[in-house]
Structure formats: structure tokens, C-alpha cells
């Protein structure tokens, strides 16, 4: 069945893998064979994505707040309850994001109520602001190990994998359960983006 | 499934998707911790894992991992908790439905956070809704034990 799946991914795109406990495909397009084009055009919906309010609500600046946006919410506005994530980005100094939202891999099932993810809930760090910010810049930092968590390319797709693993929080995105809109696409597809993207050398839009 | 509640062990034969604070009040009867929402916007039913404030109506009891104490397990009536001591003193209480909840918070900040300020208080209690507006006291009764605990 490998070697099946092996050699029909060489026809189509270069070599295709499954790989065990995230359930998603690898397919590394032959060397060479993804223009700067097929590269935007993947960082387009990957921007589609990441500019998402599942995503940009948390992956806010340094003033620690988490934020309510997006079609669920009548306007923008910080976490109701007088939410401060603090300098830990956890909650630590005062109430932990894991008071309401606990880890768990099971659907969330429940209307309005706090969402829970295979990891332990938190802010991204700091440095990876999306909120409020354009797609170009995104882009930049996206690419920058400096500020994307040292990751390279490579790193940037095992990202996805890994969270694929363990239920994250960019499964959660696509999947966030009752009354909240998901964003675009789904793991498969985001993979494959990255992967292309990564394999165009990352461009960003001019 | 076995869990531990206030230091001891119980069997409790549930669903593993079943909330926490359904097997606390309906399985083993402990009602002091109450069910307002379901949905974490109220905090009445804050207990502790392991030390922290848990709502446990988010908590499926099959994902729950380390101890749980409850309002019952906090303190005794001849030895209270510097919380509830505090609370007894600003007679904070009006009808009390969300004040275990409160209480539970309250303890659990105070543990790692044994100096705060005003606004410290404000960002953690304000997740817990009191429908009788106790805030001025629960702010009150907080620096009092926070005091008490620092001195003990
Ligand atoms: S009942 Fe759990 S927060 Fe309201
Ligand atoms: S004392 Fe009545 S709800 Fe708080």
C-alpha cells in the first residue's frame, strides 16, 4: 500500500507519504518543479487562513489580551471577563486560560462554551502578531525563524503535523465546533500549501 | 473510572464525556459546588485540580488528570480556610449560590499570587458573576485574606 501510495504520488506531484499518528499525507513536489507563482498562490490561502479569527484571536500583541472577532460576535472587542493571558501568555499571573479552557481531544460539542484543544490553551507568543495585520506582514514573519520559533521550512511543516498529533490548536481552527465558523480548507490542504509554499523558497507578497 | 475528591479515591461508573461537576453533585453528592451556565461564563462551579481553579462543567471527567478538591474539601467549619475565614468576617455572602465558586477562585489566585493588587483581584475575580453583586465585598474580603495568608 506504501509503495502504491509511493509511486501514484511521483506521477502526480513527486513522492507522497502517509505517515503515522497525524493522519495526513506528505507530498514533497520534485525539486525544482514549484515556480514563485504556484509559491503565492499557496501563501494566498495559507494567508486565508492564518488571517482567520480562529486563528488572529490568539496571536495578539504584547498587551496580552486575547480578542473576540469574527461573524460570532456583534463587534471587536478583548475577551469578555476582563481576560489578561499576563506576560506568561498562559494566565499565569492571575487566571489561567486553562481555568475554562481545559485540554482535552474530544469534539467541542457545546454552543458557546469555552473551547478546548488537544494542547494546553495560551496566546501565541508575542513576536507572532496576526491580529490586525496585513497579509505582507504576516508573510515576513512567517518565514523569519527570529520570530516564528526558529523554525525553517522544514520546521514550518512539522509544525502542522505535530499539532495534527496531538489535536492542536490549528486543528482546532478547522474544526472548532458548534457555532463557530471554521477556517477555510482543512489540514490536508493547508499541509499541501505549506509544503508548496516552502518549496517555492517562501515568497511573500511585493 | 476513579477519581480523587477532597483526599479520597472513589469508583464512579459514568460516561468519560460526562462533565466533572455532573459527577461531583449527581454521582457523589456534593452539592456544595453549583451549576449556573454549563458553558464557562459564570464560575459557580469552580473547584480545584491539583491546586488550580478548574470550571468543572468544562472538565470531562475522563480527561481529568490529578486531585480534586471541592468547596467541601477546602476548609473544615472549626478550621477554615483563610479564604472562607475572610469571607465570614466581610460577611460577603447575600443569597451565596456563586460563592463557592468565588471561594474556590479566590484560594487558588491567592496560592500563586499572595500579594495583588486591586487589579490583580478585578482580572481574576471577574470571571466569576455574582448575581447579588458582592464584588465590592468578595474585592474586600480577598485583600483580607491574602493578608492573613501572608502573615500565617
Ligand atoms: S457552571 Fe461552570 S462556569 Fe457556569
Ligand atoms: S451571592 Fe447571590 S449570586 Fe453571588
Redesign the pocket.
Known amino acids: 500500500m506504501r509503495r502504491l501510495i509511493t509511486v501514484t504520488g511521483l506521477l502526480l506531484s513527486g513522492a507522497a507519504l502517509a505517515s503515522d499518528g497525524h493522519g495526513l499525507v506528505i507530498k514533497t513536489p520534485p525539486v525544482g518543479s514549484v515556480s514563485r507563482t504556484d509559491g503565492l498562490q499557496a501563501w494566498e490561502k495559507i494567508h486565508a487562513v492564518v488571517s482567520h479569527p480562529r486563528c488572529v484571536n490568539c496571536h495578539t500583541d504584547e498587551q496580552n489580551l486575547p480578542m473576540w472577532s469574527g461573524p460570532e460576535y456583534a463587534d471587536v472587542r478583548p475577551h469578555g471577563m476582563n481576560i489578561h493571558a499576563g506576560e506568561s501568555r498562559i494566565g499565569a499571573e492571575t487566571l489561567t486560560c486553562q481555568t475554562c479552557h481545559v485540554t482535552s481531544t474530544r469534539p467541542n460539542t457545546v454552543p458557546r462554551a469555552a473551547p478546548h484543544t488537544g494542547m494546553e490553551w495560551r496566546l501565541a507568543p508575542a513576536e507572532f502578531l496576526w491580529f490586525g495585520v496585513d497579509g505582507r506582514t504576516i508573510c515576513e514573519q512567517i518565514r523569519d525563524p527570529e520570530r516564528n520559533g526558529g523554525r525553517d521550512g522544514a520546521g514550518l511543516v512539522e509544525h502542522i503535523t505535530h499539532d495534527a498529533e496531538k489535536k492542536g490548536f490549528i486543528t482546532w481552527g478547522f474544526d472548532p465546533g458548534a457555532g463557530r465558523e471554521p477556517a477555510p480548507g482543512g489540514m490536508q490542504a493547508h499541509l499541501d500549501d505549506m509544503i508548496v509554499w516552502v518549496a517555492a523558497e517562501m515568497p511573500c507578497p511585493e | 473510572m476513579k477519581i480523587t475528591v477532597n483526599g479520597e479515591m472513589h469508583d464512579v461508573a459514568v460516561a468519560p464525556d460526562m462533565p466533572l461537576l455532573w459527577v461531583l453533585r449527581d454521582e457523589l453528592k456534593l452539592t456544595g459546588t453549583k451549576y449556573g451556565c454549563g458553558i464557562a461564563q459564570c464560575g459557580?462551579c469552580t473547584v480545584h485540580i491539583d491546586g488550580v481553579a478548574v470550571r468543572s462543567c468544562q472538565m470531562p471527567v475522563g480527561d481529568l488528570e490529578g486531585e480534586v478538591t471541592t468547596i467541601e474539601g477546602l476548609g473544615q467549619p472549626q478550621v477554615l480556610h483563610a479564604v472562607q475565614a475572610a469571607w465570614v468576617e466581610h460577611q460577603?455572602?447575600?443569597?451565596?449560590?456563586?460563592?463557592s465558586g468565588?471561594i474556590m477562585a479566590a484560594a487558588s489566585f491567592l496560592d500563586t499570587n499572595p500579594d495583588p493588587t486591586d487589579a490583580d483581584i478585578d482580572r481574576v475575580m471577574s470571571a466569576n458573576?455574582?448575581?447579588?453583586?458582592?464584588y465590592p465585598r468578595i474585592r474586600e474580603a480577598v485583600k483580607t485574606a491574602a493578608a492573613s495568608l501572608r502573615g500565617a
Do not use: E, I, S
Open positions: 459557580a460577603v455572602a447575600q443569597c451565596g449560590y456563586c460563592q468565588q458573576l455574582c448575581r447579588c453583586g458582592t
